[in-house]
């Protein structure tokens, strides 16, 4: 009985974790354009900085999952109200406006992705090339979400072991422009404090997903379970973020990668095996992008529906699993208008937006939290 009770833990607590890293990992990841913008200009920094990133956003969502459990608290909207209590009718709202402001930019991110990397690759323009990425979105969002959903962790399995193929030799052999571009930080041209503030600005934006991650608090069999998860998942996390670094310092000192927007087409393209590297390199970017948006997009079709549709036309949906006119419709609008975000382009999505949705998430989440572990002495301290 035990041994059973343990094998369910330790399942739970992997899948979580796993499920933080496939939600982490979407098409901004794999193009190395968010490591990038982030880290990728702070020499040897960019191999601590994102350890420092995943150690905060453990402690945060180890915090929310571990709350979630011990209160059953497992949809967003109740977690948020149970949460922030008597200042929930103020905090749950500017949560839900966050929430719903992430919606729409990560599928623009993973259309931005695809059109850029589409662009490198085939010479077209990066609009017609998001308009291509876009209807194929909106043909998969439609007909195909349930089937990228089943095989979501097998094509992120797929995604990385196909970059490690790509960053691991190119890491070897770019082993001489790392340690140039570490010594150009070691000859002080860095602030750290800039760079530790990147590293902030990145861990911040993720902690919206506390809204994805709460629901699964559920599978675990106590709370302490929480914090084991995210401790492996922090390990999974930075792990891959750190190979991506260094894939990354072997470029970092390129005079052209400023004006690249697809910071890994550009390393393969400069390291070993391009003619088999890039057309494999682009394939994952494109699959990461597209899986990241049909399941946002999915989310925000369900989200609309909900408030237009009947039960009965959902029904008839489900039975038939085909979309009705208004699902049609639904999608259709989400894709414009992230189509119409995408045109900003990737890195300034990535550079500007994220940050910018950093410092909305600073006083609705950062803050509150903070003092929510101070006052009640991270959830131990009982109710009088």
């Keep these: 009985m035990k041994k059973q009770k343990n094998k369910l833990a330790i399942s739970a607590i992997m899948s979580v974790a796993f499920i933080w890293f496939t939600t982490h990992f979407g098409g901004g990841f794999a193009s190395g354009a968010q490591l990038y913008s ?14 420092l990133a995943m150690a905060y956003d453990a402690l945060f969502f180890g915090y929310a999952l571990h709350f979630a459990k011990k209160h059953e608290v497992y949809d967003y909207r109740s977690y948020n109200n149970a949460f922030y209590g008597k200042f929930a009718p103020v905090f749950s709202n500017l949560f839900e406006v966050i929430y719903l402001v992430t919606m729409c930019l990560a599928p623009a991110v993973a259309f931005a992705t695809g059109g850029a990397t589409l662009k490198e690759v085939t010479g077209l323009p990066y609009p017609v090339c998001t308009v291509i990425i876009g209807l194929f979105i909106f043909v998969v969002a439609i007909f195909g979400s349930r089937l990228v959903r089943k095989v979501a962790s097998v094509l992120s ?31 002080g041209n860095i602030s750290f404090g800039s760079a530790l503030y990147s590293a902030f600005l990145y861990g911040t934006f993720q902690l919206i997903n506390i ?34 670094a260094l894939g990354l310092l072997t470029i970092s000192n390129d005079p052209d990668i400023a004006n690249q927007s697809v910071p890994t087409l550009f390393m393969v393209q400069k390291g070993v095996g391009a003619s088999f ?19 946002m997009v999915a989310a925000m079709v369900k989200r609309v529906s909900v408030r237009i549709t009947t039960e009965e036309e959902r029904k008839s949906e489900e039975e038939s699993g085909k979309p009705g006119k208004k699902t049609v419709i639904i999608a259709l609008v989400c894709c414009l208008i992230d189509f119409g975000i995408a045109q900003f382009g990737l890195l300034t999505l990535v550079q500007k ?3 910018f949705l950093a410092y909305l998430e600073i006083p609705v989440i950062l803050i509150p939290y903070i003092i929510h572990m101070i006052v009640t002495r991270f959830d131990t301290k009982e109710k009088k």
Excluded: W
């Design 38 to 51: 982030y880290f990728g200009k702070y020499g040897g920094f960019c191999l601590i900085l994102p350890v």
């Design 157 to 187: 399995i797929v995604i990385i072991a196909g970059l490690l193929i790509v960053y691991i030799p190119n890491i070897i052999v770019g082993a001489d422009r790392i340690s140039a571009s570490v010594a150009g930080m070691s000859a």
């Design 353 to 355: 937006a994220y940050s």
């Design 277 to 295: 590297m890039v057309p494999l390199v682009s394939i994952l970017i494109i699959l990461g992008a597209v899986s990241t948006a049909v399941n």
């Design 211 to 244: 809204a994805v991650f709460v629901q699964h608090a559920e599978t675990f069999g106590e709370p302490k379970e929480a914090k084991k998860s995210m401790g492996v998942g922090f390990v999974i996390n930075a792990l891959m973020m750190v190979v991506v």
